[in-house]
């Protein structure tokens, strides 16, 4: 079992919920934390700045106020929310959201939201609000540890292949193209008629994909499965389906974005760091 | 000026086709030669068999048996073919079609060419036809030599940064543009009427986006004012158009494809090299 490089705090409320997280994390390098005092999220983070890499949350767990408050003390973690996309922040706009039926999705998810946090510079204090008491080392302390403990090379994301869909047991393939499926699902029921909702479950789906290396030709897969079982529906119902074609340009996005996700993680400009310059590269430049 | 890293042999018969193809690749690392004698391409390759690292083709300048006795003599090279896209082969599968008004893409297709050639394993035996008496020496010395002076990471293509759109002048960068439109073009009018021909513009098109370094969103916006000309130009003529969002599938296709390029060049399973290490890896690993 690898050493866990990821301490995650777990405010969750539901404690079948919590085990469930658990359960999917086992064994990977995503250890789940409950810091003290459970009751108080913001003692909690504030006490124990030092100790966690990333958040796990809960929808409507807090009132809104929790987070301003965590904002204004600047406590700022790499988060991934539970709950239904539905296009909502919680806490802050490179959180990730999962569904509580697709935590088999968990492990990559909390990957994303690290790498989002680093990418969208919240780092910075340009993207805190005014009166952020969080100062700038501090998050730089924050951004250098994460970097060390999952091996960032500049902001270039290293993906665990232990995680990739095709090193996984048989099981766990199945499982994760399951939830995947679910996922996507969800991205084309809300596609046209709630566009935040499609968008979280899109980003969803899309870093799910990114981390666990899916070949492109299984997205397609998923996507033509999905409209045949539409199609194959509307017709035993007697209703029109030629609409369905119209789904095409929710493919179109998925894979604009995942393409986007991969064009952004190629090292480009920067030559490879030489030895010796890798650590010295603070802070790194984003490309 | 960079030192030319790679040396192509040119097999051009139009002497204003040589020409256009020097001023294309003047300043960059591409050095076009043309080996003697000039009018055995047989004898002209197999003299100067060390010398070059790709070959610049002409659509139906040789007959078909000269391609043949290339392969048998184990004469393979990367190689870039001017001509129509129409999805013939003229020399070897791994080969890149650019027509020739496309000219602005070639050193892009030259890279891809070399790319596309090391990724088939056409250096592997397996791929010769028999009685093919290029030993597997000879074709790893070529292999080697081609990674030495590209800088490949392993079988990852080095993309060479000053080549992408964002660093290129201003003319240059709407030339490439342009040039790039018209490639899709020729993808979008050859689409449901010859798959081979839309399977030769789908490369090109794909490969110089990914040389490139061409954001998704400007291959959305090509395929979206490409359609947007269609459509205006069918409803000049009195003309059906509700037919035009099948081409939807053509982006599709380029997204995917693409995604696919790019997902494959991201180095996966090999952990990064830690600091000191780098240097001494010779090949170098894999990132």
């Known amino acids: 079992m690898p050493e866990p490089a990821l301490t995650i705090a777990s405010l969750l409320r539901q404690p079948g919920l919590a085990e469930a ?3 999917w994390l086992r064994g990977g390098r995503h250890q789940l934390r409950v810091p003290e005092p459970e009751d108080d999220p913001l003692e909690a983070l504030d006490r124990h700045r030092e100790d966690f890499d990333a958040v796990l949350l809960e929808e409507n767990a807090f009132p809104s106020g929790v987070y301003q408050e965590l904002r204004e003390r600047g406590l700022l973690l790499p988060a991934v929310v539970i709950g239904e996309v539905s296009g909502r922040i919680e806490y802050h706009d490179a959180e990730v959201h999962l569904p509580p039926d697709q935590l088999e999705q968990l492990s990559y998810s909390l990957d994303a939201a690290v790498s989002r946090f680093l990418r969208r510079g919240l ?31 500049g902001v270039y994301y290293k993906r665990d292949p232990s995680r990739f869909l095709r090193n996984l047991p048989e099981k766990e393939r199945q499982q994760l193209l399951h939830s995947l499926s679910r996922t996507y699902r969800d991205l084309l029921l809300s596609y046209f008629r ?15 994909a990114f981390f666990s290396d899916l070949p492109i030709t299984k997205t397609v897969e998923i996507h033509m499965n999905l409209i045949d079982g539409f199609w194959k529906q509307l017709k035993l119902e007697g209703h029109k389906n030629d609409f369905l074609q119209d789904y095409r340009l929710a493919l179109l996005d998925v894979m604009a974005h995942l393409c986007e996700m991969y064009r952004r ?14 650590a010295a590269v603070h802070p790194p430049e984003v490309r």
Chains 1, 2 share one sequence.
């Open 21 to 23: 997280c658990q359960r």
């Open 123 to 153: 780092l910075g204090a340009g993207n805190l609000p005014p009166g952020s008491s969080g100062t700038p080392p501090d998050r730089w302390r924050l951004a250098n540890r994460l970097r060390e403990r999952l091996g960032y090379l």
């Open 194 to 208: 709630d566009p935040a909702a499609a968008n979280q479950a899109l980003e969803s789906y899309v870093n799910t």
């Open 265 to 278: 993680s190629l090292p480009a400009d920067a030559p490879l760091p030489l030895a010796g310059q890798l």
